[in-house]
């Protein structure tokens, strides 16, 4: 088997599209890495109703109920969660949060677990999985993209992204991060 695949969100970084966190002090950048990795986590266990509520943190909790309130308020239902998608002609893999339906089209979902957010890198992210899921699912095609910011008060905000918008600054930035590597940099 050849070499690893380089995630979305590590071409992302390398290339400088990834949202900007240099003025976070590492110790807060830890702690919201580890909220976000719980949040999905507990998302993944509703979604295949395994989740036990008294094992998360109190930090968790609001942005779950946001996670309930999105659900309830939206109708979206899941098809998929934390699957791993490949592109393999553009050489990348990603794992979108959420696979599933709204509004009677299929779209693929981002939960970002903090109350400012930068939509411009998340939307190549997503953009990054859509053409990974196309590409793997041709008579299946994701028609949306979306952000779903679950907030530290329980309220959530969905922001749409515009599908073809990010998708030609995501394969040119696959573009770079191949070349810098074939250059050894």
Do not use: C
């Amino acid at each position: 088997m050849g070499p690893t695949l380089p995630r979305v969100t590590e071409i992302l970084a390398d290339v400088g599209l990834g949202p900007d966190l240099s003025r976070v002090p590492p110790d807060v950048l830890e702690a919201a890495r580890a909220r976000g990795v719980a949040v999905h986590a507990a998302i993944e266990a509703i979604v295949y109703g395994y989740l036990d509520e008294a094992e998360l943190a109190d930090d968790v909790l609001p942005r779950l109920e946001a996670y309930r309130r999105f659900v309830k308020d939206s109708g979206y239902e899941t098809a998929h969660t934390e699957i791993e998608v490949v592109h393999a002609a553009w050489r990348y893999r990603g794992h979108p949060d959420s696979v599933g339906w709204l509004v009677n089209k299929r779209v693929i979902l981002d939960w970002k677990n903090m109350d400012a957010l930068d939509l411009a890198p998340a939307g190549y992210q997503l953009a990054g999985y859509r053409a990974a899921w196309n590409h793997e699912h041709p008579t299946e095609p994701v028609e949306a993209l979306a952000v779903v910011q679950l907030k530290s008060d329980g309220s959530y905000r969905l922001h749409t992204i515009p599908a073809a918008d990010p998708e030609p600054v995501f394969l040119a930035a696959v573009m770079v991060y191949h070349a810098k590597k074939e250059m050894g940099r």
